[in-house]
Protein backbone atom coordinates (compact mmCIF):
# COMPACT_ATOMS: atom_id res chain seq x y z
CA UNK A 1 0.00 0.00 0.00
CA UNK A 2 1.50 3.51 -1.07
CA UNK A 3 2.25 5.77 1.80
CA UNK A 4 1.95 9.63 1.24
CA UNK A 5 4.02 11.90 2.89
CA UNK A 6 0.84 14.16 2.96
CA UNK A 7 -0.89 11.86 4.71
CA UNK A 8 -3.13 13.15 8.09
CA UNK A 9 -7.15 13.21 8.73
CA UNK A 10 -7.62 16.46 6.85
CA UNK A 11 -6.27 15.04 4.10
CA UNK A 12 -7.95 12.15 4.27
CA UNK A 13 -11.39 14.00 4.74
CA UNK A 14 -10.36 16.45 1.69
CA UNK A 15 -9.57 13.08 -0.26
CA UNK A 16 -12.77 11.01 0.59
CA UNK A 17 -15.25 14.47 -0.28
CA UNK A 18 -13.18 14.83 -3.68
CA UNK A 19 -14.11 10.93 -4.46
CA UNK A 20 -17.67 11.44 -4.02
CA UNK A 21 -18.07 13.92 -6.58
CA UNK A 22 -19.87 12.62 -9.53
CA UNK A 23 -20.31 14.52 -12.46
CA UNK A 24 -17.77 17.18 -14.62
CA UNK A 25 -20.41 20.30 -13.12
CA UNK A 26 -19.65 18.78 -9.22
CA UNK A 27 -15.93 19.18 -9.64
CA UNK A 28 -16.06 22.22 -11.35
CA UNK A 29 -18.46 23.71 -8.48
CA UNK A 30 -16.29 22.60 -5.63
CA UNK A 31 -12.54 23.26 -7.16
CA UNK A 32 -14.10 26.76 -7.81
CA UNK A 33 -14.92 26.93 -4.13
CA UNK A 34 -11.64 25.18 -3.28
CA UNK A 35 -8.84 26.49 -5.10
CA UNK A 36 -8.04 29.99 -7.13
CA UNK A 37 -7.98 30.19 -11.18
CA UNK A 38 -4.16 29.94 -10.68
CA UNK A 39 -3.78 27.22 -8.74
CA UNK A 40 -6.40 25.29 -11.38
CA UNK A 41 -4.62 26.50 -14.07
CA UNK A 42 -1.40 25.13 -12.84
CA UNK A 43 -2.62 21.76 -12.16
CA UNK A 44 -4.70 21.71 -15.46
CA UNK A 45 -1.20 22.60 -17.52
CA UNK A 46 0.85 19.86 -15.30
CA UNK A 47 -1.73 17.09 -15.98
CA UNK A 48 -1.66 18.08 -19.79
CA UNK A 49 2.13 18.05 -19.86
CA UNK A 50 2.28 14.80 -18.44
CA UNK A 51 -0.06 13.14 -21.08
CA UNK A 52 2.59 15.32 -23.98
CA UNK A 53 5.40 13.35 -22.08
CA UNK A 54 3.76 10.16 -22.44
CA UNK A 55 2.58 11.02 -25.93
CA UNK A 56 6.48 11.11 -26.52
CA UNK A 57 6.65 14.86 -27.07
CA UNK A 58 10.31 16.74 -26.30
CA UNK A 59 10.37 19.63 -23.78
CA UNK A 60 10.59 21.67 -26.48
CA UNK A 61 7.08 21.16 -28.45
CA UNK A 62 5.60 20.97 -25.06
CA UNK A 63 6.42 24.34 -24.19
CA UNK A 64 5.68 25.74 -27.41
CA UNK A 65 2.52 24.64 -27.32
CA UNK A 66 1.18 25.40 -23.95
CA UNK A 67 3.72 27.98 -22.84
CA UNK A 68 4.83 26.64 -19.47
CA UNK A 69 8.69 26.87 -18.15
CA UNK A 70 11.07 23.85 -18.58
CA UNK A 71 11.34 23.49 -14.79
CA UNK A 72 7.47 22.70 -14.99
CA UNK A 73 8.34 20.11 -17.82
CA UNK A 74 11.00 18.74 -15.49
CA UNK A 75 9.27 18.79 -12.52
CA UNK A 76 6.42 16.63 -14.32
CA UNK A 77 9.06 14.14 -15.88
CA UNK A 78 10.69 13.48 -12.80
CA UNK A 79 7.11 12.98 -11.38
CA UNK A 80 6.61 10.24 -14.24
CA UNK A 81 9.72 8.73 -14.01
CA UNK A 82 10.39 8.72 -10.22
CA UNK A 83 6.90 9.40 -8.72
CA UNK A 84 4.07 7.62 -6.94
CA UNK A 85 2.73 7.17 -10.30
CA UNK A 86 -0.40 9.02 -9.85
CA UNK A 87 0.06 10.66 -13.56
CA UNK A 88 0.32 7.04 -15.03
CA UNK A 89 -2.81 5.80 -13.15
CA UNK A 90 -5.19 8.41 -14.23
CA UNK A 91 -3.37 8.29 -18.32
CA UNK A 92 -3.86 5.20 -18.18
CA UNK A 93 -7.25 5.30 -17.30
CA UNK A 94 -7.58 7.77 -19.98
CA UNK A 95 -6.23 5.55 -22.80
CA UNK A 96 -9.05 2.53 -21.30
CA UNK A 97 -12.20 5.11 -21.79
CA UNK A 98 -11.22 6.62 -25.35
Known amino acids: MYQS ?3 SEETDHLFKAILSLKTEE ?3 RFFD ?3 TFSEIEAMSQRFEVASLLA ?3 TFTQISQKIGVSSTTITRVNKCLCYGADGYKLLLEREKEEK
Open 5 to 7: KMK
Open 33 to 35: DLC
Open 26 to 28: ECY
Open 55 to 57: DGK
